[in-house]
């Protein structure tokens, strides 16, 4: 029978951010990501660094065996992946570490070969990992579009891809969408088995995407690019890319070092907090960081604290969202990180059959008392570790941290249900 239980869930309060950003000293850097409750940033001059804290300090992981460029670094189920490109032969490669750096194993087979180089790989220019497990990618030029999942034997090219071109990717559980130049954008809701073309209204004729981020409210942010009509644009759809409305942010596009109108190169969403970066302008200070705690409504400029660069041109390669921190990803000069008020646990009362957990705490393996999906694993601060669609009645947490984790889940009346754990 049904009764009122006390559970755990996730109350997700207004979010606000701090006034300053804080350098972390670990220099220009391509990429960062989390993993099994870390924090990992591949950098230009000091490799692939790992933080525990949260980006307070950090550490060498050793990528020695890694040979070419390190450009690309996604977390993917239980790996992370590292792509590489050689500039000098067009070669390169995938590799994943199972054991968080500290061993590491190529994941080629299946791609294209190189074109001038036999022995080699075509070299790594798009890696996005989303869902279950699932890996898109665009690898050495025109028509070389491939995903897996990381439990398959090799990589799948994509033919459908090959009239888009896409320049980049977002997914979330089993759907991900490619843009490319054009208002026609391809969609795949069996994860990239097959695709199917969206004709998008609200976008122009023509442009590059040079950012896009897909909000966990469902909502997806573009950043946009259109030579054509000499416009640096930022758009969001709240359709799953259907149609798209417009960010006002015109008045703070101006020009860079080379008098070019100035580009975007980064965006972020999360409930209210909106984010967007340009390329610095003629000052040579820093990359601009525009926020907004109005969903876009309104902007101003925040780069307070953020390291300036007075030599070359600065921009934002990406952000990340991790514990009540916003890090930023910067061209030339550092990696930095601004406090964003999120995710706390909390207790709500609700109607529901009650699952349990055992044996709990545990070491290794949790065992549910029924065949639970659209399992989700949060850290006590609400950062996202695991998420899959499947059915299942345990998981292994072998390979966790000690501490506490909250389980979200489907029960067999489809009922959402988050359960407290204790990893020890």
């Known amino acids: ?74 977390s993917c189920g239980d790996r992370l992946y590292i792509g590489t490109y050689d500039i000098f032969t067009a070669n390169g490669n995938v590799y994943y570490s199972e054991d968080e750096g500290l061993t590491w194993l190529t994941d080629t087979v299946g791609l294209p070969d190189a074109a001038f180089q036999s022995s080699g790989k075509m070299d790594v220019h798009t890696l996005v990992s989303y869902g279950d497990g699932e890996l898109i990618g665009t690898f050495g030029g025109i028509d070389a579009y491939y995903h897996k999942n990381i439990s398959d034997s090799e990589w799948e090219i994509i033919p459908e891809l090959a009239s888009l071109d896409p320049d980049d990717y977002v997914g979330s559980e089993d759907k991900i969408i490619a843009f490319g130049s054009s208002p026609t954008i391809k969609v795949s809701t069996d994860n990239a088995h097959t695709f199917t073309d969206v004709i998008a209204t ?11 981020y897909w909000d966990r409210g469902d909502r997806i942010f573009l950043g946009v690019n259109a030579p054509i009509v000499n416009k640096t644009q930022f758009y969001f759809s709240d359709d799953e890319g259907v149609s798209w409305d417009s960010l006002n942010i015109a008045q703070f596009v101006g020009v860079d070092f080379t008098s070019s109108r100035q580009k975007l190169t980064a965006v972020f969403g999360l409930d209210d907090n909106v984010y967007f970066a340009l390329y610095n302008d003629q000052s040579n200070t820093t990359a601009d960081i525009y926020s907004s705690t109005d969903a876009g409504v309104t902007f101003s400029k925040d780069t307070t604290g953020l390291t300036v660069d007075g030599f070359s041109t600065e921009f934002v390669t990406m952000f990340l969202y991790n514990d009540q ?15 964003l008020v999120g995710p706390v646990a909390g207790i709500v009362e609700s109607e529901t059959t009650p699952l349990a957990l055992y044996p709990n705490p545990t070491s290794k393996f949790v065992n549910f008392s029924a065949p639970v999906t659209n399992v989700r694993v949060y850290s006590l601060q609400g ?42």
């Open 1 to 74: 029978m049904k009764s009122t239980i006390l559970f755990y869930c996730l109350l997700f309060l207004t979010l606000h951010s701090s006034a300053q950003w804080t350098p972390t000293n670990l220099g220009g850097s391509k990429a960062i990501t989390t993993h099994k409750g870390k924090v990992y940033a591949l950098t230009s001059a000091q490799g692939l660094q790992v933080s525990a804290d949260n980006g307070d300090t950090w550490t060498i992981v050793n990528t020695d065996t890694i040979v070419h460029r390190k450009d690309h670094l996604v």
């Open 383 to 424: 950062s996202l570790l695991l998420f899959t669609k499947s059915q299942l009645q345990s998981l292994d947490f072998t390979n966790y941290q000690s501490g506490i984790y909250l389980i979200e889940c489907l029960d067999q009346q489809e009922n959402q249900q988050i359960l407290k754990l204790i990893v020890e």
């Open 202 to 212: 609200g976008l122009p004729s023509y442009f590059v995407p040079t950012g896009v």
């Open 325 to 339: 921190r916003l890090f930023s990803v910067h061209s030339n000069t550092d990696v930095h990180h601004t406090g």
